[in-house]
């Protein structure tokens, strides 16, 4: 069955800069398994989708960021993807078969259930490491509870917790929403206790320009993951051309490689496929100098 006839959300429509972002996370994945070369390691995607998107305006079908990960070299010892509903989860299951089906595990449900996370942590082999990422809609569904568990699972082999690459709603949903009083509930829940209202107050008072709430949102964010002892840190702000990213990079690891193929993948301006075709078709109806 072809995916666009099945009713729903599905394939999930996305915007151009959201391909832009799954063309950064192909980068980093594939960089990512490079550098752990053949190891025991899992991959872990919390907030999960139905295995393929849409492009509104160009309708260019497009892998989420499941199967680019599933595509990336050498391949994860495991993959489990925790799916908010059974529709996603088919779709997902049915456009990963072609892939060894073995060692990929599709959980549905809420992702900040406990439930749901005692089964995620069920199927990690003991002493594996793992790399999960986090990619919510906005940051209402994000729970430090979460993270913080995710941080508490236990130490690999090596010594190393669990690594953390979130995509940080800043821009479109915690910036827009910091003042809003029927957000402040999801917002503490977001960084697990209420220092982020002082930013509030600077807001409001402007005491700070908007650039400042920017950085000291991201900051107090990254304070929370070093209490839960990570050794790196990093954030970044993905290159765009026109305006502010909608979302900000956060990475968490005992290891410090990470933050260089965060970089790597989302330092430099690229262009996407269909601005590749737009560009020849206007050069082609360009009349040529002679
Ligand atoms: C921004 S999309 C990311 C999808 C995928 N990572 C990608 O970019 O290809 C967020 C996904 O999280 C799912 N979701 C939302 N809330 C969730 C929750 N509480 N637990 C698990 N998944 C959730 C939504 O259904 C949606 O597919």
């Known amino acids: 069955?072809?995916?666009?006839?099945?009713?729903?959300?599905?394939?999930?429509?996305?915007?151009?800069?959201?391909?832009h972002k799954l063309e950064c996370l192909s980068d980093y994945i594939q960089a990512y398994a490079k550098r752990l070369g053949k190891t025991n390691c899992c991959y872990l995607e919390l907030y999960a989708g139905c295995g393929s998107c849409v492009c509104k305006g160009t309708d260019c079908r497009i892998d989420d960021s499941e199967l680019r990960a599933l595509k990336a070299k050498?391949?994860?010892?495991?993959?489990?993807?925790?799916?908010?509903?059974?529709?996603?989860?088919?779709?997902?299951?049915?456009?990963?078969?072609?892939?060894?089906?073995?060692?990929?595990?599709?959980?549905?449900?809420?992702?900040?259930?406990?439930?749901?996370?005692?089964?995620?942590?069920?199927?990690?082999?003991?002493?594996?490491?793992?790399?999960?990422?986090?990619?919510?809609?906005?940051?209402?569904?994000?729970?430090?509870?979460?993270?913080?568990?995710?941080?508490?699972?236990?130490?690999?082999?090596?010594?190393?917790?669990?690594?953390?690459?979130?995509?940080?709603?800043?821009?479109m949903a915690l910036l827009r929403n910091l003042t809003r009083p029927e957000c402040q509930a999801s917002i503490t829940r977001l960084y697990g206790n209420q220092q982020w209202e002082e930013i509030k107050q600077d807001k409001l008072s402007d005491k700070i320009e908007l650039d400042e709430v920017r950085t000291r949102l991201v900051e107090l964010f990254k304070a929370g993951l070093r209490g839960l002892g990570y050794n790196y840190v990093e954030d970044f702000k993905p290159v765009w051309l026109s305006r502010q990213p909608f979302y900000h990079l956060i990475l968490a690891s005992d290891s410090d490689t990470g933050a260089k193929i965060l970089k790597d993948a989302w330092g430099k301006s690229r262009y996407l496929r269909c601005e590749l075709f737009h560009d020849e078709e206007s050069k082609s109806r360009r009349p040529s100098k002679k």
């Open 74 to 171: 050498p391949k994860f010892a495991k993959y489990i993807f925790v799916v908010r509903n059974r529709q996603n989860a088919e779709n997902l299951k049915r456009l990963t078969t072609p892939y060894n089906t073995d060692n990929i595990e599709v959980i549905i449900g809420d992702c900040n259930n406990e439930k749901v996370i005692r089964q995620l942590f069920d199927l990690i082999p003991r002493s594996a490491s793992s790399f999960a990422l986090i990619d919510p809609i906005g940051y209402r569904k994000v729970h430090w509870s979460t993270i913080k568990q995710l941080a508490s699972h236990g130490a690999d082999w090596k010594g190393n917790k669990i690594d953390l690459l979130i995509f940080f709603p800043l821009e």
């Open 1 to 19: 069955m072809d995916e666009l006839n099945i009713p729903g959300k599905i394939p999930r429509q996305i915007r151009k800069w959201t391909c």
